[in-house]
């Protein structure tokens, strides 16, 4: 019975941190292995201790999130002839793990370039009219999740200076191409969108130019994210987008072309012809002299 009473206000608590998404998931066709790893919440002293090393001002929902658990990890997978196949990955760094952005060579030659030598010289607007970040000292860059490999999630802290201690943050993405994306202002929105799209595979290249890989978009159209009216991917009616198949849309141009008419023989004038019967008689006629 004790058991049962602690397990209960656990359950609770772990459906409120992850906004119900797990009794979604289960819920969805095929998706099977969902798994959320519980975590203790951060000491405050740790977070005190990270603020002063890196001379960064932690956000206020940020740091609320690290004291009710230090990180975040919710994984969840897919039958597939099956088999169970890796596909949603939900990832918050833990503040041990909240680590600057690497400043390392990108080779090990002593001459090898660095992400600063990259970077451009003169601040440029980039994305919706937000100030790109920097690789230098202009900016302080902190890593919440590595998505895989697929490029990086980051706080960002901009119009740095050596020796201030930075306040005002947002949350970017970092490409392959080492190209900025923004993502969102606050914590609280970034962990929203993380929901909504379900942790699937490269769902943050959504917000690029360029968008997810042919792969990451088959899954996407497996299981729809959970799209809300903010989503630039809804129809202009404001209706979330639905997995139907249209057929008069689906096979649009399959249609049977129409069989070509046949072209009528060219008819030879008149004149034409009464000149070649003309010819023809006077032909018989030289025939029957000889």
């Known amino acids: 019975m004790e058991d049962a009473r602690e397990e209960k206000p656990l359950m609770g608590f772990s459906e409120r941190l992850t906004l119900g998404i797990t009794r979604i998931l289960e819920s969805l066709p095929g998706v099977l292995d969902v798994r959320f790893a519980e975590r203790e919440p951060a000491e405050k002293r740790c977070l005190l201790s990270w603020e002063q090393k890196n001379s960064c ?8 999130f690290y004291l009710t658990t230090d990180g975040f990890t919710l994984t969840w997978s897919a039958k597939l002839e099956n088999e ?3 596909v949603g990955c939900m ?13 390392s060579n990108i080779y090990s030659l002593p001459s090898a370039p660095t992400l600063a030598d990259l970077d451009f010289e003169d601040a440029f607007e980039g994305s919706e009219g937000h100030e790109e970040p920097h690789f230098d000292s202009r900016s302080r860059i902190f890593e919440l999740d590595s998505c895989g490999g697929n490029g990086r999630v980051c706080l960002v802290y901009k119009n740095c200076t050596p020796g201030d201690v930075a306040q005002q943050s947002e949350i970017w993405f970092l490409d392959r191409s080492l190209y900025w994306h923004f993502l969102t202002s606050s914590f609280t929105a970034y962990y929203r969108l993380m929901i909504t799209h379900l942790g699937l595979p490269e769902w943050q290249y959504t917000f690029t130019p360029y968008g997810p890989s042919p792969q990451a978009k088959q899954w996407a159209s497996l299981y729809q994210p959970l799209t809300f009216h903010g989503d630039p991917h809804l129809d202009p009616v404001g209706e979330p987008f639905l997995n139907k198949l249209d057929p008069a849309r689906a096979f649009r141009g399959k249609a049977k072309p129409a069989a070509p008419k046949k072209k009528q023989p060219a008819q030879a004038p008149a004149s034409g012809g009464a000149a070649a019967k003309g010819q023809g008689a006077t032909g018989r006629q030289s025939v029957n002299k000889r």
């Open 91 to 103: 990832v918050i760094n833990s503040v041990a793990r909240l680590r600057l952005l690497a400043q």
């Open 57 to 64: 001002v932690l956000p206020e929902d940020l740091r609320d």
């Open 84 to 86: 169970p196949v890796p």
